[in-house]
């Protein structure tokens, strides 16, 4: 009898189905993995309230779950060799699966591959072989999967975090270039804002500022213990006059824009800068745009401005480094986990649609649970 693998597959808008497949042979060049976790982040909500419909991301039926964590359950003989892996090993898979040939992969952009092929957001759950998602019980290993080794030690929702501190690395540290003793805002204390602390103290950073509005009065009081100088409540005070005040009138090296929706931040943002700093727009504004925006106090004060939209390779690296070193700090954040059956009550409640007990931070879907 053919074994099975589960998924909870998004059918349409707002419309999960839990669906059974058959597992795929495994060949010489690519492999089966057993999944342990599926992180949530503001994508998974998106994905499931239609806000993708009509662009590459929109794909129907599809297995949402985009931040993979798991273990090599077959592996064929090439494919170990080529991820350095063996069966049982505790692994993270990259979302994107780059063809590695396009002018965006030589150009080491592999997330804008001309293939458009990764997980839980891009191959629909009609492509064979159907595991494509990590709301499953297992996914499919292809031959062009990135895989990086995890460590066995750190608890399941700790380890889940791999891809917001990933982004955090890129966003607060890799980018911008942030230097040792200069200072940086970050705006809006979402899981990665706070894990942008933990990345902007592993730079070396001299100061560090965190924004939020009344709602965020708990995240706020997270971003403090997790090492944040100064935390500034912009519906209490003016956030710019705060920030001046903070730097002794020096302003910021750094801002980093990881708030959803509202478009001050970005207005403030070049308040806070300084002269020769970095704005890093990382928080989507949902269409939102900036009116009577003058690009003259960009070219005045030499500012940089850089979209960010996730991470790569080596952040991941380093991201599985800096939890090896901190987990037990950040378990705090990892406040949900929902078996796989539940997957829609996770992605509302990521939402806020639905309240569970705490303030929810980082969201996880265990995966280990059969629906
Ligand atoms: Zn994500
Ligand atoms: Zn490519």
Known sequence: MAELAYAAVLTGKRAFETREVIIPRI???????????????????????????GTYLG???????????????????????????????RVIVETSIP????????????????????????????????????YASHLYLHPKTRLHRAPDNI??????????????????????????????????????????????????AGQIIVTGTKADTYRLEIARELGADATIDVDAEDPVARVMELTNGRKADVVLDVSMGAVEPITQAMDMVKKGGTIVVAGVKTHNTIDNFSTDKLLFNEISMLGVLSSDWEDTDKAIGILQDKWTSLTKLCTHAYPLGQAEKA?????????????????????????
């Open 27 to 53: 060949g010489p060049d690519d492999g089966l993995l057993r999944m342990e976790a599926a992180g949530l982040c503001g994508t998974d909500y998106e994905q499931y309230d239609g806000h993708f419909a």
């Open 347 to 371: 992605v509302q409640l990521l939402g806020r649609e639905i309240q569970d007990g705490p303030e929810p931070i980082h969201i996880h879907i265990d995966t280990t649970t059969p629906p």
């Open 99 to 134: 063809c590695g040939d396009c002018p965006p992969c030589r150009d080491g952009r592999p997330i804008f591959c001309d293939a458009n092929m990764g997980y839980g957001l891009r191959m629909g759950f009609d492509q064979a072989p159907h595991l494509w998602g990590g």
């Open 155 to 204: 608890p399941t929702g700790a380890m889940s975090l791999f891809n917001p501190m990933s982004n955090a690395v890129r966003w607060a540290w890799a980018k911008p270039d942030l230097r040792e003793d200069q200072t940086i805002v970050i705006e809006g204390p979402g899981q990665r804002g706070l894990l942008s602390i933990v990345a902007a103290r592993e730079a070396g």
């Open 59 to 89: 794909t129907l039926p599809i297995t949402p779950g985009h931040e993979i964590l798991g273990w090599v359950d077959r592996v064929g003989a090439n494919a170990a060799k080529r991820w350095n892996v063996r069966e049982g090993d």
